[in-house]
């Protein structure tokens, strides 16, 4: 299995709901990220975690809650979000240092209304 | 801070014209990584480039990473509308393993 699953693939939220977003992996990878990426614009880092523990947190609003359960999977629990935070999220998973390769989601489409 | 530029910004090429894209650092990059994405969706991975002077090819795609290890190239031969897309590339700054990505090239194949 050389894929990162990321799910929903898409998510239509209120501003006072909650709500999860999901991304596993079995490559045995122990570094997984989190990407936020708006409309024409690279995809910009939001967290990582190494070896099941948070190790980068890009200074995110405390909206976004994530969560490292095990070494295959990696939740982004969000809310109480604003529309300005709708974008594409993807999930992304290497070896940790990442000497060998990112492999990147297909993504999750999100919008707040 | 934006550590990799890339360019150009956008291309418009006709189907059967080879075009290069351009990424350039400032630092010494600890890998280097091209990645294409269609709009909306995720990302594909092209070429990972790690040693200076390193290439590699793939189909009709060929990556090169310069000697000092800051500036690489993509070149694609022969453009087909499957070419078509936004090109990123990406890069670790820093051996901790922190990722950044280039601003992207958006690449239009046309008939």
């Known amino acids: 299995d050389t894929e990162v699953t990321q799910t929903p693939k898409h998510l239509v939220m209120g501003m006072t709901n909650k709500k999860s977003l999901k991304c596993e992996q079995h490559?045995?990878?122990?570094?997984m990220y989190w990407y936020k990426q708006k409309a024409k614009k690279p995809p910009e880092l939001m967290f990582v975690?190494?070896?099941?523990?948070?190790?980068i947190n890009e200074s995110v609003p405390s909206r976004f809650s994530p969560e490292c359960p095990n070494s295959s999977l990696l939740n982004l629990h969000l809310h109480a979000l604003q529309p300005e935070d709708s974008a594409l999220y993807l999930c992304?998973?290497?070896?940790?240092?990442?000497?060998?390769?990112?492999?990147f989601g297909s993504g999750t489409r999100l919008t707040v209304v | 801070s934006q550590e990799l530029e890339q360019s150009p910004q956008s291309l418009i090429v006709q189907e059967g014209k080879n075009l290069t894209i351009n990424c350039t650092s400032s630092?010494?990059?600890?890998?280097l990584y091209w990645y294409k994405q269609k709009y909306g969706e995720g990302l594909i991975f092209l070429m990972m480039?790690?040693?200076?002077?390193e290439e590699k090819s793939h189909e009709k795609i060929t990556a090169k990473l310069d000697e000092k290890k800051q500036q690489s190239s993509l070149h694609i031969t022969a453009s087909q509308p499957s070419h078509a897309g936004i090109y990123l590339c990406?890069?670790?700054?820093?051996?901790?393993?922190?990722?950044?990505f280039g601003a992207g090239t958006q690449v239009v194949v046309t008939p």
């Open positions: 992304a998973s290497s070896q940790v240092g990442g000497n060998i390769g990112y492999t």
């Open positions: 490559m045995g990878h122990r570094a």
């Open positions: 975690y190494s070896y099941e523990k948070l190790s």
């Open positions: 630092k010494t990059l600890y890998g």
């Open positions: 480039l790690q040693k200076g002077g």
């Open positions: 990406g890069a670790k700054t820093d051996s901790w393993g922190k990722f950044q």
